[in-house]
């Protein structure tokens, strides 16, 4: 495969009367991707939080959370029409899911052109999801093998640990797909920089999708700052400054990019460095402690 097509929303949360609306909304956006040839289409984070504005919004936010969890088999169909009818692949954004005893989790779906669908779950939680939304932490990091070569999805919060993505990379992945919500300036560069950072050190993509817009009635999603970007690597074969596409912050868009896999292939094996291949190294030296020298 030498070149794959993605598209990165920068995606409008505001108010909806039905889910209807909601559906018009997500269907006209995965039309549009599709009308330039992308092939992969990544939704952000959180964006599911429009349909809040169908509940009762005076209950507390734990509550809400749980009430938008009851729209997830609505979502499913959707999803996995939109894939099938276009035969593309969507990383669908994240919804809250049920668990067992009242648990809830922060689920990313991926939707195969056939339709099939595969779960990345939020493995860390911030502290607003944790502390005020009651969300609890999935355990498992998944590979999803596709026509597209290897991807993973790191949700948010989850591009913020080093290891999970590098574990990714080790087993073949090109391309990191990173779903994130943001209210603000610094919780968005915390997930950019670190997202930048995950594609420099192992050699791969960034597929970065943003919420932006505003729910002013909704605790914790009232505000978003979000500007979507596609990264890359920092060598000669990538953007001077490895930024393939990104959007105009806070504004409604979706960013379009060509990923060009066998120039990942050759930046693993003849880049002017090879941190991921290096990296066993540091695996190395990580199965001992650090040497303690006192000054």
Request: proline share 5%.
């Amino acid at each position: 495969m030498e070149s794959v097509r993605v598209a990165a929303l920068q995606y409008c949360i505001r108010p909806v009367a039905s889910f209807d609306e909601f559906a018009l909304q997500v269907r006209s956006l995965v039309a549009a991707a599709v009308d330039y040839r992308c092939r992969l289409i990544v939704f952000p984070e959180y964006f599911t939080t429009q349909l809040l504005t169908l509940g009762h919004l005076d209950l507390p936010i734990d509550r809400q959370i749980r009430a938008l969890a009851d729209h997830h088999e609505a979502y499913l169909e959707l999803m996995s029409g939109l894939a099938r009818e276009h035969g593309a692949y969507i990383v669908g954004g994240t919804i809250p899911v049920r668990g067992d005893d009242d648990a809830v989790y922060n689920d990313a779906t991926v939707f195969d052109p056939r339709g099939r669908h595969a779960v990345q779950g939020k493995l860390h939680m911030t502290r607003f999801e944790k502390e005020e939304w009651r969300v609890s932490p999935r355990s498992e990091l998944v590979v999803f093998e596709t026509d597209l070569g290897r991807l993973a999805v790191a949700i948010c919060y989850d591009v913020e640990f080093p290891e999970i993505v590098r574990a990714a990379a080790r087993e073949g992945v090109r391309t990191l797909v990173v779903p994130s919500c943001t209210d603000d300036r610094r919780g968005f560069l915390r997930v950019r920089l670190c997202a930048h950072a995950r594609a420099v050190e192992n050699n791969l993509y960034v597929v970065h999708a943003c919420t932006v817009g505003s729910l002013p009635m909704v605790p914790a999603v009232h505000l978003n700052y979000g500007q979507a970007a596609i990264l890359t690597p920092s060598d000669y074969a990538f953007p001077r400054d490895g930024i393939l596409a990104e959007g105009h912050p806070n504004e409604e868009s979706m960013v379009i990019g060509d990923l060009d896999m066998e120039a990942i292939e050759r930046s693993r094996s003849f880049g002017s460095v090879l941190p991921l291949e290096d990296s066993r190294r540091t695996a190395d030296l990580l199965h001992q402690p650090p040497r303690l020298v006192t000054l």
